[in-house]
Structures are given as C-alpha cells and as structure tokens.
C-alpha cells in the first residue's frame, strides 16, 4: 500500500508543468479561431518562397526571428512608425505578423488586450512569438513539403531488405517535415 503511495505522488508532480503549457496551447488554438473569423486576417497565406524559407531555416531559427523581430519592431514602448513598421511580405514572419494581429501596438491591444505605452515584457513576446510560429506551423501543414533526398533517416539502397529493425522502431523521420 505504501509503494502504491509514492509511485501516485510522483505523477502528480508533472502535472503543475503541464497546466502553463496546456493553458497557452489552448489560448493559441482560442485566438487562431478568433482570428479565423476575422476577412482582413483570414486571408493571409505564406508564399511559396516563404514556405521554401522556413523550411530550409528550420523551426528553431524562424522561432527566434520571430522573437527578435517582434521585440525590435513592436516591443519598445512607442515603436518607430507604429502601425506602419511591418511590412507585407518579404519574411514569412512579417506575414504571419498581420495575419495573427501582431503587427504593431495598435493590433496587440485591440486583439490580444496587451497596452500601448510600455514596453513588452519577455513573457508576451514569446507568448506572441509562438502564436506566430503556431500560425506559421497552421500554414505549412495546410501546404505539405515532400522535400525528397532531405531526410536524415533517408533509405538506404545498399541493404533494400533490412526491414524488421526499422518496423521494431517506427521514426518519426519517416513522417514529413512540416519545417
Ligand atoms: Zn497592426
């Protein structure tokens, strides 16, 4: 009975990481459907070259423009040309930028109800870096890479028949990549 005890605390302790992470997962998914309802936002797509971008990138790198971007171009308290700072295309980031309503001050308050006048705390520019990212995710599964010859785990045509390993073992390598 004793045992049975600690092995119950143990897994109660796991639970309070998973509440923060859990809580975002579910604001992000809130505001993409509220941003869906929205003709001006809705109707932003990446190009063809920002797919190939972030792709070749890869989600870490983008995650990080994301990051700086916002924190250079929105994040000060009063941002040079605020309104204006963000351009249409030209980095998949700008586009996800105004399709998520975080292109300047302006849109982060009416959309995401953070002031203007202050600067943007670490917290809401990775909170707003990832709803980017998770649009940006939205975009690229909605428009599928085959990307041959690129995967790490790519078959190897000296030993066609070597199957049971790999069947033991499924990679997730062998799914596409979305970056
Ligand atoms: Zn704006």
């Not at 009063?78 to 001050?105: I, L, S």
């Not at 790490?152 to 390993?165: A, I, L, V, Y």
Request: hydrophobic share 30%; proline share 6%.
């Amino acid at each position: 009975m004793d045992a049975t005890d600690g092995i119950n605390n143990t897994n109660t302790a796991d639970d309070a990481d998973d509440t923060d992470a859990e809580r975002e997962r579910q604001w992000i998914e809130k505001t993409l459907e509220r941003l869906s309802h929205s003709p001006f936002r809705a109707k932003f797509v990446l190009s063809s070259k920002d797919r190939a971008y972030a792709r070749a990138k890869g989600e870490v790198v983008i995650a990080s423009h994301a990051r700086d971007m916002l924190r250079s171009r929105v994040g000060q308290a009063q941002p040079e040309h605020d309104g204006r700072q963000t351009p249409w295309k030209g980095h998949p980031v700008f586009t996800a930028q105004h399709a998520t309503a975080t292109c300047c001050r302006g849109c982060i308050a009416k959309w995401h109800h953070i002031p203007e006048g202050r600067e943007l705390s670490d917290d809401e520019i990775n909170r707003l870096a990832d709803l980017i990212m998770a649009w940006i995710t939205r975009d690229l599964t909605a428009h599928p890479s085959l990307r041959p010859g690129t995967q790490t785990n790519g078959s190897t045509d000296s030993q066609p028949n070597k199957r049971t390993n790999d069947q033991r073992n499924p990679q997730p390598g062998n799914q596409p990549t979305l970056f």
